[in-house]
């Protein structure tokens, strides 16, 4: 058995996997912030991290429906977040790629 890769499994991944890049860069690397603050780096964990795990299971385990999960979950912090300067902006765009991943994947049929 072949695995192929369609486009709704590369935009999945690459948003749950630059999402997850971007919480580490924001907790861990924020050049605004000197310390960690835990309660924070908890709540962003929640809202932007966990939803970049789902978007990965989602297409590893080809259930679409998580990609969708993903997108709701996220997309409030994803908006407040594109609306800041700098890179976090990003958590925008990877908010969108969560919603056009399970557009593309509930286009496609299973053979």
Do not use: Q
């Amino acid at each position: 058995m072949r695995a192929r890769v369609r486009m709704h499994h590369i935009l999945g991944g690459a948003s749950g996997a630059a999402s997850m890049l971007l919480w580490c860069i924001l907790n861990f690397f924020n050049p605004y912030n000197d310390e960690i603050n835990v309660s924070a780096a908890l709540n962003t964990f929640i809202m932007l991290f966990l939803p970049g795990c789902f978007a990965l299971i989602a297409i590893i385990f080809s259930y679409r429906v998580l990609l969708l999960i993903a997108f709701v979950w996220s997309v409030l912090p994803s908006l407040y977040l594109a609306g800041t300067p700098g890179i976090f902006a990003w958590f925008g765009v990877t908010s969108l790629g969560y919603l056009f991943a399970y557009l593309l994947a509930k286009t496609h049929r299973t053979d």
